[in-house]
């Protein structure tokens, strides 16, 4: 049994290692001993509902959902298409989107500060033209609300589908008031701080959401052309699948990503639900594991994108 439970451990550490390095990138373990070692004050204290959020496997799929939503905006598509490497380095801008979660989410209210002041630096320089004639600058009030209420709605439906414990209802306002401290951090102007509030504000966007060649475009890289080895893509293909399951059905239709209910049901969030648990599994803090003389993870909450 010794033997059998060692080998376990390995099993487990290669897997959770292989994702981890994936969305942390190979400071990863640094920054996290960063984020979650320095002593200080944080923005969000244990108790607060964006804790739970995104430290759970879930953000693995509402972090597809996001992006998904989000390049229905033409301007938020041409400023990522045009400027944020997303296909020549994908796993780069994962890695920076996960420490930068992580950091304004468990880390030291110093350090959080200077993580969003480095984002508000690099989005000033982000500006340009689409192709039919409109400006855009990723600095623009206006885009980086979308951007964000876009997020917080795609991870907060992915938490309430796939996370480990669900929110209650205060717990879900409670997740959007959290987020709402970033965002205003970001320059995002009096942000929803409620679900009744952000169901408002992304329905004063709909008029501006449209299909186009660059979203569809997107949406095929992101869904059938990942950059992710043979041997992930039948689990990435579940946690694509649960990605269009969560967009509301005028958003998979404007991107043509076909739905079926019943696959859904029967299908995606099972197959949705399984990997998203062998994720939480892969990557859960070791219990016990010192007895067994392996080295272990820092500690810390490990199981979603926002890992450290």
Do not use: K
Not at 254 to 274: D, I, N, Q, S
């Amino acid at each position: 049994m010794g033997l059998l439970s060692e080998g376990g451990w390995m099993v487990r550490d290669r897997i959770g290692d292989a994702i981890f390095s994936r969305v942390a990138g190979p400071d990863g373990r640094d920054n996290r001993a960063r984020i979650h070692g320095t002593p200080g004050p944080r923005w969000f204290g244990p108790e607060r509902p964006v804790r739970r959020v995104h430290g759970d496997a879930s953000m693995f799929i509402g972090g597809l959902s996001a992006l998904l939503l989000q390049s229905l905006h033409p301007l938020a598509m041409a400023a990522v298409a045009g400027h944020s490497g997303f296909r020549g380095d994908p796993w780069g801008r994962l890695q920076r989107t996960s420490t930068f979660l992580a950091m304004t989410t468990y880390g030291p209210a110093d350090g959080a500060q200077q993580a969003v002041d480095r984002v508000r630096a690099v989005h000033e320089t982000v500006r340009g033209t689409t192709a039919d004639g409109h400006e855009y600058h990723a600095a623009d009030p206006h885009l980086l609300c979308w951007v964000h209420i876009a997020e917080v709605d795609m991870f907060l439906r992915a938490h309430q589908h796939y996370g480990a414990r669900p929110l209650d209802d205060e717990g879900c306002d409670g997740y959007v008031a959290d987020m709402a401290h970033i965002a205003t951090a970001l320059g995002v102007p009096d942000p929803p701080r409620s679900r009744a509030e952000l169901a408002d504000r992304l329905a004063d966007y709909r008029g501006e959401l449209r299909s186009t060649p660059e979203a569809r475009g997107a949406a095929r890289f992101l869904l059938l052309n990942p950059p992710v080895p043979v041997l992930a893509r039948l689990p990435y293909g579940a946690l694509a699948a649960g990605a269009v399951s969560l967009l509301p059905n005028w958003a998979s239709r404007a991107l043509w990503l076909p739905r079926a209910a019943p696959a859904e049901g029967m299908l995606v969030r099972p197959f949705g639900t399984a990997v998203t648990a062998g994720i939480r599994w892969a990557l859960a803090p070791p219990a016990g594991r010192a007895e067994h003389g392996r080295r272990g993870r820092p500690p810390g909450p490990e199981q979603g994108v926002a890992a450290g």
